[in-house]
């Protein structure tokens, strides 16, 4: 695996209709090319559960439709991404690390987007081929003072509704998360 020596990031505004975002790797999607072939592959969250222990695609998933704003942080050598103290300040939740591999490229989108062509507004992100630990933090953005405008849109300086972190994943990380639900619901 050849890392990058920084940390790099994008941030992108991702819309679904179908309650779920992805990070996935397009390689491992190639033979979805229609609307037959996508519901037999990720119809059912048993069916998304595999894709997921295969380390083929992590969810980004609080069961909403909508557009989101999403950055994802991948770390470097010797630098690993990590939440920035303003994004610690407003972290509502986090989710234990998902197994990613990537073949060189990995794609966010809505999960109803995944297949073997880029649908418009797909982020595309380059990352090296390799094995990576990927954690999704949940941002109370709208809490920061000045983060909302007068009418309720975010503010250009407002913090992304998600922080997605890629990092190596080494040795000793064995056992990663594989439920389509990305954070654990809080138990009443």
């Not at 557009?67 to 050598?77: C, K, P, S």
């Not at 998902?98 to 990352?127: D, K, M, R």
């Amino acid at each position: 695996m050849t890392a990058s020596p920084r940390t790099v990031e994008t941030v992108s505004t991702v819309a679904t209709d179908a309650g779920i975002l992805a990070l996935w790797d397009p390689q491992r999607f190639t033979g979805i090319v229609d609307h037959d072939t996508w519901d037999r592959q990720l119809g059912e969250d048993n069916d998304i559960e595999r894709h997921i222990r295969a380390g083929a695609l992590v969810p980004v998933n609080i069961r909403s439709d909508g557009a989101f704003g999403v950055l994802v942080r991948i770390g470097g050598v010797g630098r690993l991404a990590q939440l920035t103290e303003r994004e610690r300040r407003h972290c509502l939740v986090t989710s234990d690390a998902y197994l990613l591999h990537s073949s060189g490229q990995v794609w966010l989108s809505g999960i109803e987007a995944v297949g073997a062509e880029a649908w418009p507004g797909t982020v595309q992100c380059h990352l090296p081929a390799g094995r990576y630990s990927v954690v999704i933090h949940l941002i109370a953005w709208e809490d920061e003072p000045g983060s909302v405008n007068a009418d309720g849109t975010p503010s250009t300086t407002a913090l992304s509704d998600f922080v997605v972190l890629i990092n190596a994943a080494g040795p000793e990380h064995v056992a990663f998360r594989t439920a389509v639900e990305t954070f654990d619901r809080a138990e009443a």
